[in-house]
Structures are given as structure tokens and as C-alpha cells.
């Protein structure tokens, strides 16, 4: 399935395939994807185990590098970027949020959600940072470290970290995995809110059809490949699409 090309795309990739290993042990992670993000879309990216959500988050942010195909960010493409260029970009076009929280534990809340924009040589607007902490409701702890905030805490201190500096994208991988329900919902909130205020683009991958009905539209992948595109979908909505698309790619999927 190809998406239709939007006006102000800050993402797109085009036949995207990842692979691994060759001949009969190869492996098709992504399976010839293309897709356009636009500004302030809010896109949840779905899919059973294996189905290669994740592979593709990395490949649309350039964490990894795709077998085939092309992708871009801010209209820039990623391909023959050195690591210099592709740092470059990244640092000023993309934030990144991981279930994991990658906070450094010797240094507070605010030194951690500032940290790269200081690595960058670039100043603090402490407007905003006034303003995203109290979205998030974390204002009052900036002064704790890691450890002692709890893990809702902790997570949104990574989404700070992430919107600070107003990305054109923001990718966020599983990110409300590890938080109860409500703690989950209100990052969701945060991000939707970014999205819709700032005109970020935020692509989340997750596995809870809960979380995606927050996102402006949902991508079904199953075998690697899109099999279904949502636009403000219930969560039944959601459980049926994915079903429906693990069920077809089983019993359609071809191997090479």
C-alpha cells in the first residue's frame, strides 16, 4: 500500500526494504514501504510482534540504513549523508523518545531535558522549558535526579527532553510501555498536544491499540509490509485492522 503524498511532508520514504542475511536465511524486515509524515501529524505505527514497526521507526529516523529504497527528513535525503551530516540533521530536525529513558543519573531533571541543547552550543528558551515542564507535570521535580523520580516521572522528562527544542520530528518507540494507564494516557496528551499546537510530527510505534487512538491516523503493518491505513480510529476500530491484516499477510506472505 502507498500513502498519498501530503503538502509539508517533513518524512517520507519510498519502497523501503530492510533485509538481513542472504539467500534462503534472508530475512525481509521491511517490505518495500512508502509513506509520507506531515507536519503536525500525529502517526501510530502498529503491528504484531515481528511485523517490523520498529525496524521501520530506525530506518525513517536513521538509526539504520535501508537494503533498498530512499528515505528523507526535512526534505533532505538520508542516503550518502556521512555520520557528521546525518548527527547534523538529527540534532536539528528529530527528537527521539525510547521506552527506555537514557537519562544520565548525575544530572537533575532540567539538566538531562537541556542537555542537547547545551551539547549543541545552542541557548535554552526557558519560556519553553517552563512551558513543556508544566505540560508534563514535572515543574516541581527539576531539581531531582533520576533516581528519585518515579518511572511516569522519568518518561516524561525524556519527552521534554524530546520537544524542548521543537523538532520538526519526533519518534517515539513503545513509549508508554512501562507507565500505568493514566501516567500513559497523559504523555499521550502531551504528544497529541505537540503535534496539534506546535506542528511537530510525532511517529509512535506501540503495540497498544489504547494508546494509538490518541494518533491522527494508524499504519497496520504485518510481514514488513502496510496493510491497512486508519484516520481517527476507535480502538475496535484498531483491533479489527490489525486481525484483519496479521491474518492476510499469513496466509498471502511470500518469502524469497
Given at each position: 500500500?502507498?500513502?498519498?503524498?501530503?503538502?509539508?511532508?517533513?518524512?517520507?520514504?519510498?519502497?523501503?526494504?530492510?533485509?538481513?542475511?542472504?539467500?534462503?536465511?534472508?530475512?525481509v524486515a521491511v517490505d518495500r514501504v512508502s509513506a509520507d509524515f506531515a507536519a503536525g501529524e500525529f502517526t501510530a505505527v502498529m503491528g504484531p510482534s515481528g511485523s517490523g514497526k520498529t525496524t521501520l521507526l530506525h530506518l525513517l529516523a536513521g538509526l539504520d540504513t535501508p537494503t533498498e529504497g530512499s528515505v528523507s527528513i526535512a526534505g533532505i535525503p538520508l542516503a550518502g549523508l556521512d555520520d557528521?551530516?546525518?548527527?547534523?540533521?538529527?540534532?536539528?530536525?528529530?527528537?527521539?523518545?525510547?521506552?527506555?529513558?537514557?537519562?544520565?543519573p548525575t544530572l537533575t531533571a532540567e539538566q538531562n531535558i537541556v542537555l542537547p541543547l547545551r551539547l549543541a552550543g545552542r541557548r535554552v528558551d526557558t519560556a519553553r522549558l517552563r512551558a513543556v515542564t508544566e505540560q508534563l507535570r514535572i515543574a516541581d521535580r527539576l531539581r531531582h535526579r533520576p533516581a528519585q523520580l518515579s518511572g511516569g516521572q522519568q518518561q516524561r522528562v525524556a519527552v521534554a527532553r524530546a520537544l524542548l527544542a521543537r523538532p520538526s520530528v519526533v519518534f517515539?518507540?513503545?513509549?508508554?510501555?512501562?507507565?500505568?494507564?493514566?501516567?500513559?494516557?497523559?504523555?499521550?496528551?502531551?504528544?497529541?498536544?505537540?503535534?496539534?499546537?506546535?506542528?511537530?510530527?510525532?511517529?509512535?510505534?506501540?503495540?497498544?491499540?489504547?494508546?494509538?487512538?490518541?494518533?491522527?491516523?494508524?499504519?497496520?503493518?504485518?510481514?514488513?509490509?502496510?496493510?491497512?491505513?486508519?484516520?481517527?480510529?476507535?480502538?475496535?476500530?484498531?483491533?479489527?485492522?490489525?486481525?484483519?491484516?496479521?491474518?492476510?499477510?499469513?496466509?498471502?506472505?511470500?518469502?524469497?
Open positions: 500500500m502507498t500513502m498519498q503524498t501530503k503538502s509539508a511532508d517533513v518524512v517520507a520514504c519510498r519502497q523501503a526494504r530492510k533485509t538481513y542475511g542472504s539467500g534462503e536465511a534472508t530475512v557528521r551530516a546525518l548527527t547534523d540533521l538529527r540534532r536539528d530536525h528529530v527528537g527521539f523518545i525510547f521506552q527506555a529513558f537514557n537519562l544520565l517515539a518507540d513503545e513509549p508508554t510501555g512501562a507507565l500505568d494507564i493514566a501516567t500513559g494516557r497523559g504523555l499521550l496528551a502531551g504528544l497529541r498536544d505537540a503535534a496539534r499546537r506546535d506542528g511537530q510530527t510525532i511517529i509512535m510505534v506501540t503495540h497498544d491499540p489504547g494508546a494509538a487512538t490518541y494518533a491522527d491516523r494508524v499504519l497496520v503493518l504485518a510481514d514488513g509490509a502496510i496493510r491497512d491505513e486508519l484516520h481517527a480510529p476507535s480502538r475496535e476500530a484498531i483491533l479489527a485492522a490489525t486481525a484483519t491484516a496479521t491474518a492476510t499477510a499469513t496466509a498471502t506472505a511470500v518469502r524469497p
